[in-house]
């Protein structure tokens, strides 16, 4: 094997160290509690079909519901020159984003939980252990309520510090 190929081997290496917290079942939860709708908070929003009582999981990824881009990707994207299409990648990639610390990465959602708007009184978070591959109902969410979450306890990604806009509730 080529230089090439050892490094690609040891990429493969590295990524197996981390334990991504996937969801291997077929169906993600969040097709059982949650719908698209317009949203008062912020163009559209997702919110619950039913109840979601307060600790239940009602989004848990699975490796097909997210794509995670690695540091090393969005400097590469960042520093190429934009289309218009590129231009519109990226506004999506960073508004419907979010940082996970554990990998160094930004992981893009896929799935509907990308209509998730903030809100500082938020009723949906990540778990106890910070796990940022599902999420959990902090409360109670009553069928028809909006489901929010409070960006600010989200990781701000250090190396994303001229996006602030996108990732800061505070520069709203």
Known sequence: ?????????AKAIVMAEYHIPYNFRKDN???????????????????AKVLIPKG????HARPQDVLIIS???FLTLDSSKKANIMA????SLLTYSYYERDLDALILCLDNSRYVNHSFDAN????????????????????????TEDYSKYNLCPWLKKYKEYFDPSCW
């Open 124 to 147: 949906s978070g990540a778990s106890e252990d910070e796990n940022g591959f599902f999420a959990v109902a902090q409360k109670d969410i009553s069928a028809g309520v909006e489901i």
């Open 1 to 9: 094997m080529g230089k090439s190929g050892d490094k690609e081997v």
């Open 29 to 47: 939860p969040i097709e059982k509690y949650a719908e698209v709708k317009k949203s008062r908070i912020h163009g559209l929003g997702l919110f």
């Open 56 to 59: 239940a999981i009602w989004w």
């Open 88 to 91: 519109n990648f990226m506004k």
């Open 71 to 73: 540091k090393k990707q």
